[in-house]
């Protein structure tokens, strides 16, 4: 989550500065989806860690 959120942010964040040809764009994404991408894998980490698993056995 540390290393893929802001690599994830910084090409998608420096795709749209390029596309709009605004640096500033490019930050404005920046900073509104580090924090996005940053809460949303917690979530599901925290998901997976805490949701409750049932193996069941079948009898042959």
């Known amino acids: 989550m540390f290393i893929f959120t802001?690599?994830?942010g910084?090409?998608?964040s420096i795709a749209v500065a390029i596309?709009?040809?605004?640096g500033f764009a490019g930050v404005g994404m920046?900073?509104?989806?580090l924090p996005t991408f940053?809460?949303?894998g917690l979530i599901l980490t925290l998901i997976g860690v805490f949701k409750?698993?049932?193996v069941t056995?079948?009898?042959d």
């Open 57 to 59: 056995q079948q009898k």
């Open 19 to 22: 596309a709009v040809g605004d």
């Open 30 to 33: 920046m900073m509104l989806l």
């Open 38 to 40: 940053f809460i949303i």
């Open 6 to 8: 802001p690599f994830v």
């Open 10 to 12: 910084w090409l998608i």
């Open 52 to 54: 409750k698993s049932v």
